[in-house]
């Protein structure tokens, strides 16, 4: 059974930084184009980036040049480095992968940025 676990948010001050996590187990990853989307309260999920099993990576406009995706194959995880974030990156971010045609979520964790 694919899950998809996810770990690292929490509240930091505008300007700050956090490091996201996405375990990955049930399956092999190392073939699989893995996503973290974002969900803001009232708001639509959006992706905020992508990266391919070979690491090409895409981001949403706003988060260029301050979020970085990453991946660790030989542990099946999935990261997401957030730097000089900003009120308007407080969201539940969610891990994102598609597996075998079936799309699996994490359970999400949540990132406030206030002072």
């Known amino acids: 059974q694919v899950q998809l676990v996810e770990s690292g948010g929490g509240l930091v001050q505008p300007g700050g930084s956090l490091r996201l996590s996405c375990a990955a187990s049930?399956?092999?990853?190392?073939?699989?184009?893995m996503r973290w989307y974002r969900q803001a309260p009232g708001k639509q999920r959006e992706l905020v980036a992508t990266i391919s099993s070979g690491g090409t990576t895409t981001y949403k406009d706003s988060v260029k040049g301050r979020f970085t995706i990453s991946r660790d194959n030989a542990r099946n995880t999935i990261y997401l480095q957030m730097n000089s974030l900003q009120p308007e990156d407080t969201a539940v971010y969610y891990c994102?992968?598609?597996?075998?045609?079936?799309?699996?979520w994490g359970q999400g964790t949540q990132v406030t940025v206030s002072s």
């Open positions: 994102h992968a598609r597996v075998a045609l079936t799309t699996y």
């Open positions: 049930g399956s092999r990853f190392d073939g699989v184009i």
